[in-house]
């Protein structure tokens, strides 16, 4: 009689978009997003931190090509006191434009590259397991038959 062994798991990449975001900071200063471009992962926090006094601005999600146009994911009030931020969290994997309502016509704009970890091919097992992986909180498969002598 073979024995089953049945194994859960759970890569250390898995495990930790799975249980914990990162927050990155963006800061607004003078006319740029510094960084502005970054790689996060899915799951993660961008927070964008206002870092001059006086000058407005703000974060807008969306088009930066020609006139700059948003896409409604996200839009932050127009900040003109340093240390005032605005979050957003990225479930969806992709590319997202973002830009400065007020700055745009001065390339005031940046990209956030968001890379889905739990789509990456898990370990495989001999033949004898069975491998039960959990991905967003949940199992996957949720369920599994047992045959006797299996």
């Known amino acids: 009689m073979r024995a089953l062994v049945l194994t859960i798991i759970m890569s250390m990449t898995m495990a930790?978009?799975?249980?914990s975001q990162d927050t990155t900071e963006v800061l607004m200063q003078n006319f740029k997003f510094n960084p502005d471009t970054i790689s996060i992962q899915?799951?993660?926090v961008v927070k964008w931190v206002q870092d001059v006094e006086g000058t407005p601005h703000n974060t807008v999600s969306g088009s930066t090509s020609g006139n700059c146009s948003p896409d409604g994911l996200w839009e932050s009030p127009?900040?003109?006191e340093i240390g005032q931020s605005f979050s957003y969290k990225f479930d969806t994997a992709g590319a997202f434009s973002y830009y400065c309502t007020p700055h745009c016509n001065l390339d005031m704009y940046g990209l956030v590259t968001v890379e889905d970890t739990t789509t990456q091919n898990p370990?495989?097992?001999d033949k004898?397991?069975?491998?039960v992986l959990m991905q967003n909180f949940k199992f996957n498969p949720d369920t599994i038959s047992i045959q006797k002598g299996d």
């Open 16 to 19: 930790g978009s799975a249980f």
């Open 42 to 44: 899915k799951g993660d």
């Open 78 to 80: 127009l900040y003109s």
């Open 123 to 125: 370990p495989t097992a």
């Open 128 to 131: 004898d397991t069975t491998e």
